[in-house]
């Protein structure tokens, strides 16, 4: 998997305290963008997925403080990402099930079930959906850049 970064203690992506990994590659390249950097599919640096995996665990639960894991990008579910981001979200929760995870996505998720169908986000709780618009760009809104993407709890507007 190409990496664009990996945060292991974030306070801003997701709740309480998370461990963010930040996917390379994204087709949407939304106009003001926050993280342009992570476009190139190219980009970033190489990760195998399991040794990627064991610095996620070891980051999840460091000092005894349990973490919960956002995949953000980049654009974690395009085509060129979605074997590894499904990979990855299956082996977290399986290790560790009572964790959030929290994804965020240029796509709908009406296009996503359209694309991948209902397994895909089986092992997701928060979904941060819907690409950013510039024009309706807001900050004082939770998880969100602009006001037409929505946050979704196991498929649930929030």
């Known amino acids: 998997m190409r990496i664009a970064g990996l945060t292991k203690n ?12 930040w996917v390379q590659g994204c087709p949407h390249r939304c ?6 950097d992570s476009w190139d599919f190219n980009g970033g640096e190489y990760k195998d997925d399991d040794v990627l995996l064991e610095v996620i665990y070891d980051a999840i639960f460091a ?14 579910l395009a085509p060129q990402n979605i074997n590894d981001t499904y990979y990855i979200l ?3 929760k399986q290790r560790y099930p009572s964790i959030k995870t929290f994804v965020w996505t240029g796509y709908t998720l ?8 209902d397994t ?10 819907g690409p950013f ?7 004082t809104l939770k998880f969100r850049g602009s006001k037409n993407q929505r946050i979704l ?3 649930v507007d929030y």
């Open 10 to 21: 974030d306070t801003t992506n997701g709740e309480d305290i998370c461990v963010s990994l």
């Open 31 to 36: 106009k003001g963008c926050h993280n342009p």
């Open 63 to 76: 000092n005894g403080i349990q973490r919960n894991f956002s995949i953000l990008g980049g654009e974690p």
């Open 90 to 92: 299956w082996e977290v």
């Open 110 to 117: 009406e296009q996503l079930k359209e694309m991948y169908k």
């Open 120 to 129: 895909l986000l089986e092992n997701v709780d928060v979904l941060i959906d």
């Open 133 to 139: 618009i510039k024009a309706e760009r807001d900050i």
């Open 153 to 155: 709890y196991k498929g």
